[in-house]
């Protein structure tokens, strides 16, 4: 199953992801993980530590 990760809304989005996880991709609801809130420093974006295009404008569009 996929990992999502969830930013904000996630009272509404959480339950929302599970049920169109399960539905489309199969499985169980328990099978599915979904992730809140992830420091900055923690992920990476175009093979950067802790860049992000809402953070560094050399990177360009979001994906």
Do not use: C, F, W, Y
């Not at 609801?29 to 420091?39: A, H, N």
């Not at 093979?47 to 295009?53: C, D, H, L, T, Y």
């Amino acid at each position: 199953m996929p990992t999502d990760h969830v930013e904000m809304m996630t009272k509404e989005l959480v339950p929302a992801m599970t049920r169109v996880s399960v539905e489309i991709l199969g499985g169980q609801p328990d099978s599915v993980d979904i992730i809140i809130d992830i420091k900055r420093e923690n992920r990476s974006t175009a093979a950067s530590p802790g860049r992000s295009p809402e953070t560094d404008s050399r990177l360009g569009q979001s994906l």
